[in-house]
């Protein structure tokens, strides 16, 4: 059988997606927005007893957790105090992680391989899957308890931007049944019969006759799709007048937030999610960072030996730890995005601490040589933050060579070619220069365009060469 993840899905593909009844998630929805006026104070008491039900419960129901730290948790021990985990762990323990018994990851994969991949095994839980930016493919499972809160919290976010709960809101993201974003849009569009059902596979033009019908308030996508989007509106073909438009799933970078100014006049504010945790955190209207939703996640920034570092110094990686998913806990899980707190408090009041924007992640660390044969270290975010601004460069993405690195760099049809090469060439020389490597190998191609790829097709901005 071929892996869901892994198959090219058409723009028209669809599945039949189980889906929340509304009146839950609005009461969901309406309990986590309380929290939102909370002290401080109020959020870690609340927290603590969360997390302790939490470790307890995982102890008891999971083989693994029991073993892994059953002794530290009767002990009361800290969180800083137990281990560390990862996908790879995750995924070779998943039996003995998940606490429900009659699930187990064969029977998860069969389902998530089926044509039935956005329904309910057991009649119960969601399935999700990512290929991530490690390469390496994961399998989770949500209780229904757990994914009324996972869309309730976007529902919550949703409303901290000034959308009341009737907003025309609209999400387009991966085409594919076993991926979150695709689940999430799904949830969204219950109640709302003439909201297109989208994917940044669809074919642009039938993406710009949705949109123009349906003219939604609020957009929800990744950021390489933005840019499309804001090609199609300056080119006067798409019509639109969103009022907030929220980046998902891939970095978002300083241009878009230009992009979407300079073309709609409105702002994009900053989303942060993983499959594992659902979403994280997210940007209010006041575009001061990141808020997280710490009454379901606890999040770590923590330096190479799982260190906390303080706010305003970015992390080497991020733990978190959800506390609202039983049949499937994850505790202190270790995430690659490299972030920094934010210190101080927010202006819009919230009492939930803050990141700023994600800068990438560890598996987007390039390696070049200098002449003398000494590796350097370069993370792709310090190229391709000045690359983006290049005019005439649609797409962009980094081969790891044996002996340096290759851009590719996709352009518009009406652009020189030869000169947005020079000028490629030449941020990706100075940027390494700076860093000690002026002599580093270095291949610039333009190409037509750069492949998305996985269940969530979206665009990896560091891939190793194919051998």
Same mark, same amino acid.
């Given at each position: 059988m071929v892996h869901a993840g892994d198959v090219g899905f058409s723009a028209a593909a669809s599945f039949d997606v189980a889906t929340l009844d509304p009146d839950v998630v609005a009461r969901r929805t309406l309990e986590l927005l309380d929290h939102n006026s909370w002290s401080r104070e109020q959020v870690l008491t609340y927290q603590k007893v969360r997390l302790k039900?939490?470790?307890?419960?995982?102890?008891?129901?999971?083989?693994?957790?029991?073993?892994? !730290?059953?002794?530290?948790?009767?002990?009361?021990? $800290?969180?800083?105090?137990?281990? &560390? %985990?990862?996908?790879? !762990?995750?995924?070779?323990?998943?039996?003995?992680?998940?606490?429900?018994?009659?699930?187990?990851?064969?029977?998860?994969?069969?389902? !998530?391989?089926s044509d039935s991949a956005g329904l309910l095994p057991l009649d119960q839980y969601r399935v999700v899957a990512t290929g991530g930016s490690s390469g390496q493919r994961g399998v989770f499972v949500y209780d229904q308890a757990g994914w009324e809160l996972a869309f309730?919290?976007?529902?919550?976010?949703?409303? %901290?931007?000034? %959308? $009341?709960?009737?907003?025309?809101?609209?999400g387009i993201g991966a085409p594919s049944a076993v991926h979150l974003t695709y689940r999430f849009n799904a949830e969204h569009r219950v109640g709302r019969p003439d909201a297109p059902r989208l994917s940044v596979t669809t074919p642009m033009p039938e993406v710009v006759t949705a949109l123009n019908a349906y003219q939604p308030e609020l957009i929800s996508t990744y950021p390489s799709f933005i840019r499309q989007l804001a090609e199609e509106q300056r080119a006067?073909?798409?019509?639109i007048s969103?009022?907030?438009?929220? *980046?998902?799933?891939?970095?978002?970078?300083?241009?878009?937030?230009?992009?979407?100014?300079? &073309?709609?006049?409105?702002?994009?504010t900053n989303n942060y999610a993983a499959t594992e945790a659902g979403i994280i955190g997210m940007e209010c209207r006041e575009l001061s960072g990141i808020h997280l939703a710490e009454d379901l996640v606890i999040v770590e920034v923590v330096d190479e030996a799982n260190r906390p570092v303080p706010p305003g110094v970015q992390g080497a990686k991020v733990l978190v730890t959800t506390m609202f998913n039983r049949v499937f806990?994850?505790?202190?899980?270790?995430? *690659?995005?490299?972030?920094?707190?934010? $210190?101080?408090? +927010?202006? +819009?009041?919230?009492?939930?601490?803050? !990141?700023e924007d994600i800068q990438g992640?560890?598996?987007?660390?390039?390696?070049?040589? &200098? *002449?003398?044969?000494?590796?350097?270290?370069?993370?792709?975010?310090?190229?391709?933050?000045?690359?983006v601004r290049v005019a005439g460069i649609r797409q962009y993405q980094f081969v790891q060579l044996a002996t340096g690195i290759r851009v590719l760099l996709a352009v518009y049809s009406d652009c020189d070619r030869a000169e947005v090469r020079k000028a490629g060439e030449q941020i990706v020389r100075t940027a390494l220069s700076d860093l000690g490597a002026k002599t580093a190998h270095v291949e610039i191609q333009i190409v037509d365009k750069v492949d998305r790829i996985g269940s969530g097709a979206k665009l990896k901005s560091v891939v190793a060469a194919q051998t």
């Open positions: 039900k939490t470790l307890q419960h995982a102890v008891s129901a999971s083989a693994f957790y029991r073993k892994r !730290i059953g002794d530290l948790v009767a002990r009361n021990a $800290p969180l800083k105090a137990l281990p &560390t %985990m990862n996908k790879a !762990i995750l995924m070779a323990e998943f039996d003995r992680i998940v606490t429900d018994p009659r699930l187990n990851r064969a029977t998860v994969e069969q389902h !998530i391989e309730a919290n976007a529902r919550r976010f949703q409303r %901290m931007l000034g %959308m $009341p709960p009737d907003a025309r809101a609209l006067g073909r798409l019509q969103p009022r907030a438009m929220r *980046s998902v799933a891939e970095v978002l970078s300083p241009d878009v937030k230009d992009l979407v100014w300079n &073309t709609w006049k409105t702002r994009v806990p994850v505790v202190r899980y270790e995430l *690659s995005d490299l972030v920094a707190m934010v $210190p101080g408090h +927010c202006p +819009c009041g919230s009492p939930f601490r803050r !990141i992640r560890s598996e987007e660390m390039l390696q070049v040589w &200098t *002449s003398s044969g000494e590796q350097v270290n370069v993370h792709a975010a310090r190229l391709w933050f000045h690359l």
